[in-house]
């Protein structure tokens, strides 16, 4: 069973490792997050804890059976009941209903516990798993973009 747990101090450690492990895997389908991600991770992660204190953004952290952080699922730009999704799952979890069940919590969290009334997400064309993740959550493709540099849909769900 997976379980979403509310971004803290303490994940700092495991977060950063899950990062450094999946570097490469993530760099195949969004933008790396450069070598000063890494370097100035303890400031970063100070920073999302503000912002996370300051209600713009509600972060959380993928935990699976035996406790690991298996991914990321994040609330952004909290706004007149709208936030953007996004998230990243660990290659070892990948294929396995990991995305797709954390997308399922967030979107059950965003309107239970922060009281949003839609999401919005964007992904590549060619990003297929995101895009079966985000349409078995309920998400409707709303507009072709540029992400990147490249071919993109944003999806919005409405939540009841």
């Not at 949003?116 to 973009?145: C, K, P």
């Amino acid at each position: 069973m997976l379980t979403l747990e509310r971004l803290r101090t303490d994940h700092a450690p495991a977060l950063l490792a899950f990062e450094r492990e999946n570097r490469d895997y993530f760099a195949r389908s969004v933008s790396d997050r450069g070598d000063a991600y890494f370097a100035e991770f303890p400031a970063r992660h100070r920073a999302l804890l503000a912002e996370q204190d300051a209600g713009v953004c509600h972060f959380h952290v993928a935990v699976d059976e035996q406790g690991n952080l298996v991914g990321r699922v994040n609330l952004v730009d909290v706004a007149d009941g709208a936030a953007e999704l996004g998230y990243r799952i660990a290659e070892r979890a990948a294929g396995r209903g990991t995305a797709t069940a954390a997308v399922a919590e967030v979107c059950r969290l965003a309107a239970s516990a922060y009281r949003l009334s839609s999401l919005i997400a964007v992904t590549t064309l060619d990003n297929a798993a995101s895009r079966t993740v985000l349409e078995r959550n309920g998400f409707t493709a709303v507009e072709e973009i540029t992400l990147v540099g490249r071919p993109g849909m944003r999806y919005r769900r409405l939540l009841a």
